[in-house]
């Protein structure tokens, strides 16, 4: 079964503590693994797309990574505004199965 | 370029009532994808529509049905709602070629 795990749940930082996410997949056919920012209220936010294996991407804070079976965003020195459900996805033909986010918060 | 765009963005309804959402893509994007989210359950797809055809369907009740018209603009329909339809309902966009997809603000959908 089509499946998409992150880890941990929530997670609570200080202001400039540095920590990883984990996202763990197991689908068949994956044509791509995308990271999504979500404020409460709000619809996601597209942060990035990884397609292959060794793949790395980044933008400010946040760092994704891909391997085979998993994922990881990386955030570097977190600031109060970085607090968010980050959610990962996995594409299967042409939707989306979503994990069930990891909900960050940093605080000052 | 305007996003992606959700009408209403909030909606009441009481069990047995239908409702209609509409979204309308980011200009250019032919695909657009429903999906419901839910503190249990997370987002999950619904369906999603290209040219006008639904080209995949999510494991939702036939009360769940969608429509695409020819400026690529969506509504999705829910017949006889029932309480567990209070979710936010999410339309996202892309051009149709796999690409990563962009979501609107969403429907908040309360059923009493």
């Known amino acids: 079964e089509d499946q998409v795990t992150q880890s941990p749940e929530a997670l609570r930082l200080q202001e400039g503590e540095s920590s990883s996410l984990n996202c763990s997949y197991t689908?068949?056919?994956?044509?791509?693994l995308f990271w999504y920012r979500q404020d409460p209220g709000k619809g996601p936010e597209f942060l990035f797309t990884?397609?292959?294996a060794g793949e790395e991407k980044e933008k400010e804070r946040l760092k994704a990574t891909l391997t085979k079976k998993e994922s990881f965003l990386h955030i570097t020195a977190p600031k109060p505004e970085d607090s968010a459900t980050y959610l990962c996805?996995?594409?299967?033909?042409?939707?989306?199965?979503f994990g069930t986010g990891t909900r960050l918060q940093v605080f000052p | 370029k305007a996003g992606v765009t959700q009408t209403p963005r909030y909606l009441i309804k009481t069990r047995g009532q239908q409702v209609t959402l509409s979204c309308s893509p980011i200009?250019?994007?032919?695909?657009v994808s429903w999906y419901q989210q839910t503190p249990g359950q997370g987002l999950q797809f619904l369906f999603e529509?290209?040219?006008?055809?639904?080209?995949n369907k999510g494991n939702f009740p036939g009360r769940f049905s969608g429509r695409q018209f020819s400026n690529s603009r969506s509504e999705m329909n829910v017949s006889t709602l029932e309480l567990g339809d209070s979710a936010l309902y999410l339309c996202?966009?892309?051009?149709?070629?796999?690409?990563?997809?962009?979501f609107g603000p969403g429907t908040r959908l309360t059923v009493l």
């Open positions: 200009s250019g994007h032919r695909s």
């Open positions: 529509y290209f040219s006008e055809t639904q080209r």
């Open positions: 996805a996995v594409q299967k033909t042409d939707k989306l199965i």
């Open positions: 996202a966009s892309n051009t149709g070629g796999g690409t990563e997809q962009f």
């Open positions: 990884l397609y292959s």
């Open positions: 689908v068949s056919g994956l044509r791509g």
